[in-house]
């Protein structure tokens, strides 16, 4: 399998579409920025990708977040621009967290940005970290416009937080006219956090318009001694869903694809990133795929 994703990763262009990826980058905080190799892995990466959602986001001044934007930056022409939305800082406590979504410019573009106030009548308070929900404009793409709605659950209470997201979900459509969801993240949701006689709990797992894209046997872990769904993504609305490459849907092992050692896998984050293309649009348009080359 990883001999399979090093060659994609490596000698086959990326020309269909958009690539969408979600990543916990396990304490990204100045100890990363100050490790040159670790960095290099991270920018690698986000290149791959056009929208990125980075978790685990933990500097209050925002330095090591605006030093991995210049660093995207400098590798890349003019017309491979990136830019960010980053949300406020997020927790119940002193531990705070923040969502950020790296995107390609070109491509896409910010229509809206809502953060979920978490604060229902009978029950506040559902979401350690609560969704910074982005509203997405993707010409290039068949679907147009998609919603992204993040979380990175607290594990013991991921059960509860994911079947909450069907909550933001309901919110969401009420506040915005799309019907295209994209829902992703760390959900911890496997393993012990997640057993299997939990899934009946969880509205967005037994409710038909969600379609889960990352399997509950995938492994989404660096270490080999786990094998672990944590990372998944998971869609609703019929036109997203058919806006989807066949097969897209997967893990990036970027551990076997950069020739890492788990040791050196470690340093960057203990999860791999999830990702999914969405189909390129055939009707004319300024920014068009064979503009955008990806490192």
Not at 100 to 112: A, D, H, M, P
Not at 217 to 243: N, P, Q
Request: include cysteine; charge should be neutral; aromatic fraction near 10%.
């Amino acid at each position: 399998m990883w001999r399979l994703l090093l060659f994609w990763a490596l000698f086959v262009p990326h020309t269909l579409g958009l690539q969408i990826c979600s990543f916990n980058v396990q304490s990204f905080g100045e100890s990363k920025r100050d490790k040159p190799a670790v960095m290099n892995i991270v920018r690698k990466v986000i290149s791959r990708c056009d929208i990125t959602l980075l978790m685990e986001i933990k500097d209050s001044s925002d330095t090591v977040i605006r030093s991995l934007m210049t660093q995207l930056n400098s590798q890349s022409e003019t017309r491979n621009q990136f830019d960010l939305t980053i949300s406020q800082r997020l927790g119940r406590k002193s531990y705070k967290e923040q969502y950020g979504f790296i995107y390609r410019k070109k491509l896409v573009s910010v229509r809206g940005t809502y953060q979920y106030e978490d604060s229902q009548p009978g029950d506040p308070d559902a979401f350690s970290r609560e969704p910074y929900v982005v509203w997405f404009e993707a010409p290039s793409t068949d679907v147009r416009e998609f919603v992204i709605v993040p979380q990175h659950t607290t594990p013991e209470a991921a059960v509860r937080e994911i079947d909450e997201l069907y909550d933001v979900y309901l919110d969401v459509k009420q506040k915005w006219n799309s019907e295209n969801f994209i829902f992703m993240g760390d959900l911890n949701a496997g393993c012990a956090y997640v057993p299997k006689k939990a899934w009946g709990n969880i509205r967005l797992r037994t409710h038909s318009e969600f379609v889960w894209l990352i399997g509950d046997k995938e492994d989404t872990t660096v270490k080999a001694s786990t094998k672990c769904a944590y990372d998944r993504i998971v869609m609703a609305g019929d036109k997203l869903l058919s806006s989807v490459v066949p097969g897209s849907a997967q893990v990036f092992d970027f551990m076997a694809v950069y020739g890492l050692t788990e040791d050196q896998a470690l340093e960057v984050s203990d999860h791999f990133p999830v990702e999914v293309q969405l189909k390129e649009s055939k009707r004319p348009t300024s920014r068009r795929r064979k503009h955008i080359e990806r490192k």
